[in-house]
Nanobody
Framework: QVQLVESGGGLVQAGGSLILSCAVSGRTSSTYLMGWFRQVPGKVREFVAA????????AYADSVKGRFTISRDNAKSTVYLQMNSLKPEDTAVYYCAAQRGGRLTAVDQYDYWGQGTQVTVSS
């Protein structure tokens, strides 16, 4: 089992920045793929960003490319999502997820999920 705990969400004005953290514990493996997804009420959960632990393969949704950055601290077993130039449409619950191997962008291929952290961007 893998446990994921997100933190760092909150309220920010448009144009501002936030950094989300995802602490990973349990039967972790350097081969796990880590991803960030987001969801608003009434809509499907959507892909935001994902990375292998090595960082050799990284993907971003077009809507966040150039504004968000996914990174990892292997020593701390923590994955980060740096979010800059935030927009009101970025408002959502953000989830950290892990999978053993599959398509980075596919929500249904992730095996483990955190509880989510709310990000609200005011206009």
């Amino acid at each position: 089992q893998v446990q994921l705990v997100e933190s760092g969400g909150g309220l920010v004005q448009a144009g501002g920045s936030l950094i989300l953290s995802c602490a990973v514990s349990g039967r972790t493996s350097s081969t796990y793929l880590m991803g960030w997804f987001r969801q608003v009420p009434g809509k499907v959960r959507e892909f935001v960003a994902a990375s292998t632990w090595s960082g050799t393969n990284i993907a971003y949704a077009d809507s966040v490319k150039g504004r968000f950055t996914i990174s990892r601290d292997n020593a701390k077993s923590t994955v980060y999502l740096q979010m800059n130039s935030l927009k009101p449409e970025d408002t959502a619950v953000y989830y950290c997820a892990a999978q053993r191997g599959g398509r980075l962008t596919a929500v249904d291929q992730y095996d483990y999920w955190g509880q989510g952290t709310q990000v609200t961007v005011s206009s």
